[in-house]
């Protein structure tokens, strides 16, 4: 047999070598790495370019690889317990940049609202609206591309660590641009819309709180799939703690690909910051919730949800749960 060997250079050559045995990217991936409009450019000073998308598969691939062969690596040696926070700070560089380019992109179609007030109707001013509405979609495009590879990126963390990646601060959101639009008008109105519709999850909705001392992940598990059955596109709001219930939940809901937003406390409202912010998860109109045992903020949530008639699940630290009302 004829041992043939290839110099590799680069990821994407690794990447590259990997696709001929895949089949094809993922769903998220091909539609990111899709061209939406014919002219790109993000920087001012640069000319247009026609060039095409990285390849789908290829970025997918690569992304994975970075983060899974820092593991791979450090594992069975002294620095294996360091390669979760060296892979978190990999998906954070992923995740500023994506928050960068999504600011760049809101002051360019504020460029383009301040443009559409003044245009005169004159060739040189229509020049210049054409050329931040590229500038603007550019960016768009840009930023779909760098969130998606963030949230891969999160994804393998995950895979890795069993824990879900969270940002530091801010949403974690990304959402595919529809169709490129002619009218700028139309233009801004469609992107307004998309960044209602990744912040403002549509669904009915699933609340879930409990303590920081926890044990028992699946009976939390088990439940939020046996609701999940029920209720396939629930979205579930939990009290953001970072350890306890709330981070049980926050990795069921990266595993399933549930929507999740996270009601942290409002510090300002001092003591009464977590009575506020139950009150805020009653206002939502959940059709159920999730409480264990936890603090007086727990029972407090207890009271709230069973004055309301909310179908709920009561837990125990003892794993008993209590009843269903």
Known sequence: MTN?????????????????????????FAGAFTETIDGFRIDAGADVTDAAMPDPLEVQL??????RTLFDVLR???????????AWGIVQGFHRVAGQLETEA?????????????????????????????ACQSLDEAHEAAACIRDHAAATYHS??????????????????????????????ARRQRRIDAHAPQGPVVIFSGGQAWEDHRQLTDALDAIRQR?????????AQSKGCDAIAASW?????TPLIAFTLNHKLGQRAGFARNEQLLAL??????????????????????????????????GQRRAVA
Do not use: Y
């Not at 690569?62 to 983060?67: C, L, Q």
């Not at 309301?308 to 837990?315: L, N, Q, S, T």
């Open 76 to 86: 069975d040696t002294r620095l294996e317990t360091l390669s979760d926070r060296f």
């Open 62 to 67: 690569a992304t994975e690889m970075v983060v």
């Open 231 to 239: 209720v396939p596109t629930m979205v579930l709001a939990t009290t």
């Open 106 to 134: 809101d002051r360019a179609a504020l460029r383009v609202k301040d443009l559409i007030r003044d245009a005169d109707g004159s060739e040189v001013m229509t020049a210049e609206l054409e050329e931040a509405q590229l």
């Open 160 to 189: 890795e660590t069993g824990r879900p990646w969270s940002a530091p601060r801010g949403s974690l959101v990304s959402s595919k641009r529809t169709a490129s639009v002619v009218a700028a008008s139309d233009f801004l109105a």
């Open 285 to 318: 109109r959940p059709v159920e919730a999730v409480v264990c045992e936890g603090s007086g903020l727990q029972s407090h949530l207890a009271r709230l949800v069973r004055a309301e008639g909310v179908p709920a699940h009561f837990f125990t630290l003892g």
């Open 4 to 28: 043939i060997t290839r110099s590799i250079r680069s990821f994407s050559e690794i990447a590259g070598l990997i696709a001929e045995e895949t089949a094809s990217p993922n769903d998220a």
């Open 253 to 257: 809901a990266a595993r399933t690909g």
